[in-house]
Antibody, heavy 122, light 108 residues
């Protein structure tokens, strides 16, 4: 079964840092573009970041560029999101999502994790 | 950045009725439009990709149409489990990948 499991969400103070993880199973992780999508409480979906299969290419929304870093360890089948200089508006459920086709930039998310909650507050 | 506008914000219907949801793009996205369903407390679920292709396991009562800037998601006859929020997403021009604001389909 294809599965994504996020972890690492927590309550953090403004200006703080946090690292999220997304552990995958059931597919060839290194062949897939992987993404982070977030959802603030009561709001819609916002794409945050993406990482190509080999990690060589990374992509960011303007709202997080320079503060967040996406990376992956293909030997551990795990995607990461290092978040720094956190702001209240970064508070959200963070989902990782897999694209539908291997070796592709087709941004269609067929598998999502259950999400991990990040709360930025003093 | 391509802006997606979904309408209506809320659709109040009864089980068995037909639901028609709209997504309009600020510029052409060809047919690179995706639809997701999200229920409370759950992650989004892929329904339709590239305007009209149903994802694996999605019932035939869900259909998508459109191209360019105007797209429609139709649920031919609402089942109780279809009451949820629906999001569209464009994949033509990114980053940034963009989503619409969502349409909530609620029980009348």
């Amino acid at each position: 079964e294809v599965q994504l499991v996020e972890s690492g969400g927590d309550l953090v103070q403004p200006g703080g840092s946090l690292r999220l993880s997304c552990a995958s199973s059931g597919f060839m992780f290194s062949s897939y573009l992987m993404n982070w999508v977030r959802q603030a409480p009561g709001k819609g979906l916002e794409w945050v970041s993406g990482s190509s299969g080999n990690g060589a290419n990374t992509y960011y929304a303007d709202s997080v560029k320079g503060r967040f870093t996406v990376s992956r360890d293909n030997s551990k089948n795990t995607l990461y999101l290092q978040m720094s200089s956190l702001r209240a508006e970064d508070s959200a459920v963070y989902y990782c999502a897999k694209v539908i086709a291997a070796d592709s930039l087709d941004m269609v998310f067929d598998i999502w994790g259950q999400g991990t909650v990040v709360t930025v507050s003093s | 950045e391509i802006v997606l506008t979904q309408s209506p914000a809320t659709l109040s219907l009864s089980p068995g009725e037909r639901a028609t949801l709209s997504c309009r793009a600020s510029q052409s996205v060809s047919r690179y439009l995706v639809w997701y369903q999200q229920k409370p407390g759950q992650a989004p679920r892929l329904l339709i990709y590239d305007a009209s292709n149903r994802a694996t396991g999605v019932p035939a009562r869900f259909s998508g149409s459109g191209s360019g800037t105007d797209f429609t998601l139709t649920i031919s006859s609402l089942e109780p489990e279809d009451f949820a929020v629906y999001y569209c997403q464009q994949r033509l021009n990114w980053p940034p990948l963009t989503f619409g604001g969502g349409t909530k389909v609620e029980i009348k």
